[in-house]
T-cell receptor
Framework: ETGVTQSPTHLIKTRGQQVTLRCSSQSGHNTVSWYQQALGQGPQFIFQYYREEENGRGNFPPRFSGLQFPNYSSELNVNALELDDSALYLC????????????????FGPGTRLTVT | GENVEQHPSTLSVQEGDSAVIKCTYSDSASNYFPWYKQELGKRPQLIIDIRSNVGEKKDQRIAVTLNKTAKHFSLHITETQPEDSAVYFCAAYGGSQGNLIFGKGTKLSVKP
């Protein structure tokens, strides 16, 4: 198992609500990426944070936002939840992403299963 | 941007047989290609990866090959065992978008 943890494990929200998901990266990893995995699909890149700043974003609307903290933890916030937001949300940590290909390895947390009703 | 195609979507083999999963990518700037194994209800687990300066890499029963010219890479599992049953994802990294792009996955079933 990796040293990446996520909370909560499961979450049920109502359409229109807001949610915050949390991730604790592996010690020493200053880069965290967030992914959305719909049922039966591969993970889709939401965004990446490096040294507490957004370092790339996938094709997700602004109501998906994030934060990264100095203690290797991070958050994914989703506003105005929609039914299609129901998915497994995964965070993945990696070493300094700017160090080149040797630091590309990403280690996933166990995920948060979000259900929007 | 990068696009990763993965085939087949499902694969069923007898225990002891070999399994091969193939992926193609579109962005020639991609230079890192990991493979993840995801068991039901669990996190994707990195099982092997390959960099673009290497053509083949092997780790016990698992091997990955990369053809940069054709922009495709493959996962080979030999002597399959029931515990190899899972969904396998290929991914590409380092292209113009600078993040992992995943294929849609292959559900491997190994029958005892």
């Amino acid at each position: 198992e990796t040293g990446v943890t996520q909370s909560p494990t499961h979450l049920i929200k109502t359409r229109g609500q807001q949610v915050t998901l949390r991730c604790s990266s592996q010690s020493g990893h200053n880069t965290v990426s967030w992914y959305q995995q719909a049922l039966g699909q591969g993970p889709q890149f939401i965004f990446q944070y490096y040294r507490e700043e957004e370092n790339g974003r996938g094709n997700f609307p602004p109501r998906f936002s994030g934060l990264q903290f100095p203690n290797y933890s991070s958050e994914l916030n989703v506003n105005a939840l929609e039914l299609d937001d129901s998915a497994l949300y995964l965070c993945a940590s990696s070493l300094d992403v700017t160090s080149g290909v040797s630091s590309y390895e990403q280690y996933f947390g166990p995920g948060t299963r979000l259900t929007v009703t | 941007g990068e696009n990763v195609e993965q085939h087949p979507s499902t694969l069923s083999v007898q225990e002891g047989d070999s399994a091969v999963i193939k992926c193609t990518y579109s962005d020639s700037a991609s230079n890192y290609f990991p493979w993840y194994k995801q068991e039901l209800g669990k996190r994707p687990q990195l099982i092997i990866d390959i960099r673009s300066n290497v053509g083949e890499k092997k780790d016990q029963r698992i091997a990955v090959t990369l053809n940069k010219t054709a922009k495709h890479f493959s996962l080979h599992i030999t002597e399959t065992q029931p515990e190899d049953s899972a969904v396998y994802f290929c991914a590409a990294y380092g292209g113009s978008q600078g993040n992992l792009i995943f294929g849609k996955g292959t559900k491997l079933s190994v029958k005892p």
